[in-house]
């Protein structure tokens, strides 16, 4: 194995190659250009592992996702170290447009997407705006005094609200394969997974999207049943009827 502290030229270089996969616009074309330069200057020895981790892996970037510019992020990080109220255009996730005046607390980086925390003024509240939905964000020239966020940090404030507004679906499926043979595709934490009998388990699994669900059964490589919910079960009939014509 391979001690990335030990080589922090070949920990950035890691870091580089796992740039592509990011929701931040551009970053794929600027990772690769900061990767060459990096492997001129790194030892033989540790150029060829490099090389060798970029033949042996791929990238998974089969999803459509929503990015961010750049110098959005950093425009907005400046308004946030400067106590800088902010006007800007934000479009709900209904796809109405409003102008929001907000004094921005914090940036929170959460999976493919990235979140602004700040308090609205004329909501006279805290709010969450996803960063690739703001457009046109402009300093209005006010300073403000900080304000105490209801929450531990903006972190868990993000996640407060997203268990909130999303739709969290909870499947419960019989799986018709030893515990063991699954248990490392589940991924989900081992209360999850409890085993039936030698043959058999039964696997508890949240998501906020069926089709998340619905992708994490069919490539278990097993049977399985699904006991709920009843949406994850039309869902995976429309599917089974969708690969039946596909299939002629």
């Not at 990335?4 to 074309?29: D, M, N, Q």
Request: one cysteine or more; proline letters at 6%; aromatic letters at 6%.
């Amino acid at each position: 194995m391979v001690d990335a502290a030990a080589h922090p030229l070949l920990a950035i270089a890691v870091g580089l190659r796992t740039a592509a996969g990011h929701a931040v616009a551009g970053i794929e074309e600027a990772s690769v250009r900061a990767l060459a330069k990096l492997e001129q200057v790194l030892p033989t020895r540790l150029r060829h592992r490099v090389g060798a981790l970029g033949a042996a892996t791929e990238p998974l970037l089969t999803w459509s996702r929503p990015t961010v510019d750049p110098e959005q992020l950093t425009g907005l990080a400046a308004a946030i170290a400067n106590r800088e109220r902010l006007r800007f255009s934000y479009r709900r996730h209904d796809g109405v447009t409003g102008e929001r005046r907000v004094e921005p607390h914090r940036l929170v980086s959460a999976g493919r997407r990235w979140y602004l925390v700040g308090y609205d003024n004329d909501r006279d509240d805290w709010r969450m705006f996803r960063v690739d939905r703001i457009s046109e964000p402009v300093s209005i020239g006010v300073r403000t005094a900080a304000r105490e966020l209801p929450a531990a940090d903006a972190a868990a404030y993000v996640t407060d609200k997203l268990t909130e507004l999303t739709p969290v679906y909870r499947a419960v499926a019989t799986l018709h394969a030893p515990v063991e043979t699954v248990a490392g595709r589940v991924g989900d934490s081992p209360a999850d997974l409890v085993p039936i009998d030698a043959r058999s388990c039964r696997l508890t699994s949240h998501s906020d999207t069926l089709e998340w669900l619905a992708w994490r059964l069919l490539t278990l490589g097993c049977e399985f049943e699904v006991h709920e919910p009843p949406e994850l079960v039309a869902h995976l009939r429309e599917i089974g009827g969708r690969a039946t014509r596909a299939a002629g």
